[in-house]
T-cell receptor, first 109, second 114 residues
Framework: DAKTTQPPSMDCAEGRAANLPCNHS???????VYWYRQIHSQGPQYIIH???NNETNEMASLIITEDRKSSTLILPHATLRDTAVYYC??????????FGAGTTVTVRA | GAVVSQHPSWVICKSGTSVKIECRSL??????MFWYRQFPKQSLMLMAT?????????EQGVEKDKFLINHASLTLSTLTVTSAHPEDSSFYIC??????????FGPGTRLTVT
């Protein structure tokens, strides 16, 4: 059973913010929301994770709704190098990450 | 972020031979290692989980006698694909567990079995 739902693809303009949605309506109280991305033919790259509160780091911001049933990853200023498949994953304490299909993000000049 | 290396980055082998893939966490200690594989145009699939010094736990459908995992130390894990066949051709990725809940990933090893 898919634990997260993401749009299969999205385009965004270089220099603009990219907002990537993720639904995780069956998330349980001890599950974290993780975001990873995978550039073609490379291993996944960690972006950010959170439990309840919004989080921000040098790469992105993570906005989690109050009911925790959905979240949004924000890339504040997308560049061409941000073109990748972005995975939203929910995981319990055992850290076992199950990857879905992700969202293929294409940043266009 | 943490530095994870895999060797080799790509390998071509003949059917029936065995291939060993090494995964090293260069600047942190990984008590747990996850191994994934990824077929073309598909997502990553978890194969097995190993803890340092213990036997690996394999996901359903993954043959433990075919994919031998050794987690000999906190910085090294190996995956050996025994008696490889063309259907084993895939992108194999290791993922050591860090201390702050983030999961690091190696750069991957592309295996082609001819």
């Amino acid at each position: 059973d898919a634990k997260t739902t993401q749009p299969p693809s999205m385009d965004c303009a270089e220099g603009r913010a990219a907002n990537l949605p993720c639904n995780h309506s069956t998330i349980s109280g001890n599950e974290y929301v993780y975001w990873y991305r995978q550039i073609h033919s490379q291993g996944p790259q960690y972006i950010i994770h959170g439990l309840k509160n919004n989080e921000t780091n040098e790469m992105a911001s993570l906005i989690i709704t109050e009911d925790r049933k959905s979240s949004t990853l924000i890339l504040p200023h997308a560049t061409l190098r941000d073109t990748a498949v972005y995975y939203c994953i929910v995981s319990q304490d055992d850290y076992k990450l199950s990857f879905g299909a992700g969202t293929t993000v294409t940043v266009r000049a | 972020g943490a530095v994870v290396s895999q060797h080799p980055s790509w390998v071509i082998c003949k059917s029936g031979t065995s291939v060993k893939i090494e995964c090293r966490s260069l600047d942190f200690q990984a008590t747990t290692m996850f191994w994934y594989r990824q077929f073309p145009k598909q997502s990553l699939m978890l194969m097995a989980t190993s803890n340092e010094g213990s036997k690996a736990t394999y996901e359903q459908g993954v043959e433990k006698d075919k994919f031998l995992i050794n987690h000999a130390s906190l910085t090294l894990s190996t995956l050996t694909v025994t008696s490889a066949h063309p259907e084993d051709s895939s992108f194999y990725i290791c993922s050591p567990q860090g201390q702050l809940r983030e999961q690091y990933f190696g750069p991957g090893t592309r295996l082609t079995v001819t």
